[in-house]
């Protein structure tokens, strides 16, 4: 009698602590290790308050070319705290190469308040400009 007992409350402990039985799946995150999670993560940490985390995190949306980051980066390199923020915003958009972030790194070039971030977009532009020449040159050589 005492051995069925023992053995009816060790089954029906298994089976109602059972995590398979009650744990779901989040369907609205996604699955760890993907592009679209890893994306995310960064999104998050670029709106962060700790510059090291943002400043991370947009270098590597840049190196990712996120389209999703163009206006969180426009943002940053408009609105940056420190000269490091702004100048990785400016990086990173023209990392990404969207007409949009490309643009605003332009006007960054002449307008922005701080000489230091003026003078390093402009080299970012200027190496944007001199790529795109040299694209459109090796592409008339090459049909000739």
Not at 3 to 14: G, M, N, Q, S, W
Not at 23 to 43: D, F, M, Q, S, W
Not at 81 to 101: F, Y
Not at 108 to 134: D, S, T
């Amino acid at each position: 009698m005492k051995t069925r007992l023992l053995f009816a409350v060790v089954i029906v402990t298994t089976i109602l602590f059972n995590p398979v039985l009650f744990a779901g799946e989040n369907k609205n995150v996604p699955a760890a290790n993907t592009y679209e999670a890893i994306e995310l993560n960064r999104l998050i940490g670029l709106a962060s308050d700790n510059v090291g985390l943002k400043v991370s995190c947009a270098f590597n949306l840049g190196e990712m070319k996120s389209q999703k980051a163009v206006i969180p980066l426009i943002a940053m390199l408009r609105d940056g705290k420190t000269d490091e923020e702004r100048i990785i915003a400016a990086l990173s958009l023209m990392k990404i190469r969207n007409a949009q972030g490309v643009y605003m790194v332009s006007r960054a070039a002449k307008f922005n308040n701080n000489e230091r971030v003026r003078y390093i977009c402009e080299k970012f532009y200027n190496g944007y400009l001199l790529e795109k020449e040299n694209s459109k040159t090796t592409d008339a050589v090459a049909s000739l």
